[in-house]
Structure formats: C-alpha cells, structure tokens
C-alpha cells in the first residue's frame, strides 16, 4: 500500500466530518462555479437540503469578470450576495468569490474589495474555456504563461489579510497535459492557498475523456500545495475511482450536483441512491420560487428550471422524459402542474398525457 493510499483510506473513513479545508481531517467536497447556473439562490438552496446537512463543504461563485479597473462592490455583491451575512450561505456554508481576469493590479485590488466586503476567500479562475474570455486576455488563455498564472496569484495573496485564502482554478493545461508540473508549481510560487484541477484541456471543453491521472503530476510538482480534484464526478464510486487515479482526496462537483443534488451527502454516507424524482422535483419548485422571490422574471426562471434539467438529463436517463416534457412549455403553470404530478407519483416516465390531468 503507498502513502496516498493509507491517507484516502484515512479521509474515506472520515468521510461523515466535512472538512472546511482540503488538509483538515474529514472529506472535504466543494460545489463548483458554474456561470449561468450557481448564482445564491442556488447555492441556499443546495447547501440548505436535509436541513442544512447538505455535505457541501464550501461554494465559489461564479466568475466576477475583471478587465482594467477594479470591480466595484455592487457588482462583487451580485455575484456574492452572501458577503454581506458574514461570507456564507444561510447553513454557514463558506462562499468564495471568483476572479477572472489577466492583470495583477485591478485583480488584487478586486480580490482586496472582496476581502473587505466580507468574502471568505477569493479564487482565481484560469481555466475558463469561453473563446470571448481567452480572446481578452482571461481564463485558460493564462494556462500558456504559467509566469502571469504566478504573477496575479501573488499580487492577490499580496492584496488579501493572511488569514483569507487566495485559490487558484485551472484546467491541466492548453492543448494536453505536458506543463502541468509548471502550472501547479507557478501557482504554489505565487502563494495559493490551493489549487483546483479540472481534469480536462482547454481545448477539450467538455469532451471525454477525462484525465484524472494527471492530477497526480500537479500533486508531486505542487509540493505542500493542496490539489483538489474535479472533472466527471457523477456518484460516490468516482471519488473513489479518481482518488486511485489522481491521489487527491479532496473534490469538487459541479454538473453532478444538478441529476443529484443529494451526492455530497449520498458521498457522506448519509443518504442513499440518486435522489427520487418526487424529491428532484420538489426541489425544482422551491428553485423557481425562491428564483422569482429574488425578482427574477418567470420567464428566466423557466429557462433555469429547463436548464437544470437538461443538465440533469445528461447523467439521468430516467430524467430525459421530464426535460422533454417540460422543455417545450412556455409559461411556468404547466411546468408546475407536471412537476406536482411527479411529485405525487402521479406522472412517471412512459405515461400518457391524461396522467397529467388526473394530478390537474
Ligand atoms: C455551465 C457551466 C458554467 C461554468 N462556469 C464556471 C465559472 O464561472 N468558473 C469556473 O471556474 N468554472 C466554471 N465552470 C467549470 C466547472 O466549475 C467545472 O470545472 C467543470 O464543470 C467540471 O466539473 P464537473 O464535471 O463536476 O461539472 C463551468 C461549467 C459549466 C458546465
């Protein structure tokens, strides 16, 4: 048995304490940034299920772009409304804020601002694959000068109270893997606090496979540099697969939170299985209707509700039907109407229309 094996089997077997950082005793499993999908609402409703035993250790927001001027507060507090309730999700879930952007001087002084709002932490995020962000000097652009990556990681650490983590994002490279080592070591130079590694190129986007071995080089180059893993994990056997794979025992989820919003805590071993449809659906018109209390349009809050389950849809073949069934709908009262039938059982996969006017 090697080292990283003895050290997984002692975080598997902790796995029920959530650890607030990737060193500390327990699992520690954080949910991803994903522009368009992990605003606040999201984020409190998520970190709120089982009665705020959610597993979720930590949120990050989504990206707050920073081009030649520091962002000013209103718009950090877009992004991260929980700045101004002591940094976290009504459960007491840490929020970091992300930054986005390839100069040192408006990225620390946002990341400062952030810090003094009342952020828990700042990550910088170089390893966004948008062609409009990497034209304009931002995201995984970045990953080919490992120097920059060094250069405004140090100037945000230089800008942040010690005490605030300054974490870095990044994919395992531009077009492969091969400067990796490069990568995580400009990252640890620069001061990171740790580093998060979605195992994937840039120019890969999304597309399989995934390369989790690679983490494993990030981690041996990366010295006492804490490197948590991300990319592809759908069930609490992934974790495992890709802490045999990676030697990372820390993680975080984005796409596989959204067919199961139960994972951290199904991770935990506090609840079983992919959660219920009943139960998925219920959680949707809580979404819709904490999205609409938060002024969002119905219409927009539709579009998320359709969003999340087309994301669904990709890892739960027994979703597909309801993403279909609903995608189509314009307005928001018959979308409720289906998902209070699945609620109650009353509409399940395969089942003609009238099934949805018995539950009418
Ligand atoms: C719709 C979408 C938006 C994303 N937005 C961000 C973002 O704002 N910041 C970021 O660092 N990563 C972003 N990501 C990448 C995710 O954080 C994560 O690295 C990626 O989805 C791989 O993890 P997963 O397989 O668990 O989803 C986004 C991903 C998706 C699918």
Redesign the pocket.
Same mark, same amino acid.
């Given at each position: 048995m090697t080292g990283t094996d003895t050290s997984w089997r002692e975080t598997w077997a902790q796995r029920e304490r959530v650890a607030d950082h990737p060193d500390a005793p327990g699992l520690f499993l954080a949910l991803?940034?994903?522009? %368009?999908?992990t605003d606040a609402v999201y984020r409190g409703l998520l970190t709120e299920q089982f009665g705020g035993r959610s597993g979720i250790s930590l949120c990050?927001s989504?990206?707050v772009r920073v081009t030649r001027d520091p962002v000013p507060a209103h718009v950090i507090r877009r992004h991260c409304p929980e700045v101004d309730t002591g940094g976290r999700t009504r459960a007491g879930v840490p929020v970091f804020v992300?930054l986005?952007g390839g100069d040192p001087t408006p990225m620390a002084a946002t990341a400062r601002r952030a810090a003094e709002l009342g952020a828990c932490g700042v *990550?910088l /995020?170089f390893?966004?694959p948008a062609k409009t962000v990497n034209s304009h000097d931002g995201g995984a652009k970045l990953l080919k000068e490992p120097d920059r990556i060094e250069r405004i990681t140090r100037a945000a650490r230089d800008a942040v109270p010690h005490d605030v983590p300054v974490t870095v994002?990044i994919r395992i490279g531009w077009d492969s893997g091969d400067t990796i080592e490069e990568i995580a070591r400009a990252a640890a130079r620069g001061g990171a606090t740790w580093l998060t590694v979605?195992a994937r190129t840039r120019v890969q986007l999304?597309r399989p496979p995934v390369h989790w071995h690679v983490l494993a080089r990030a981690r041996d180059a990366a010295g006492a540099l804490p490197v948590i893993a /991300? %990319? *592809?994990?759908f069930a609490p056997e992934d974790l495992a697969r890709c802490a045999a794979s990676s030697r990372c025992h820390a993680f975080?989820? %984005?796409? %596989?939170a959204m067919g199961s919003p139960g994972l951290f805590a199904r991770a935990r071993g506090w609840r079983q299985g992919p959660m219920p449809l009943p139960e998925l659906a219920a959680l949707l018109r809580e979404y819709q209707a904490r999205m609409r209390a938060s002024g969002l349009p119905e219409a927009r809050a539709l579009c998320r509700v359709k969003q999340w389950l087309r994301m669904a849809a990709a890892t739960r073949p027994d979703i597909v039907w309801l993403f279909n069934h609903i995608k189509v709908m314009r307005d928001w009262a018959p979308a409720a109407v289906a998902l209070i039938a699945v609620e109650r059982g009353a509409l399940a996969a395969g089942e003609p229309d009238d099934a949805l006017d018995r539950a009418g």
């Open positions: 991803a940034p994903m522009d %368009g999908v990050v989504e990206f992300q986005l *990550d /995020n390893g966004c994002k979605h999304y /991300n %990319g *592809d994990l975080m989820i %984005g796409r %596989g």
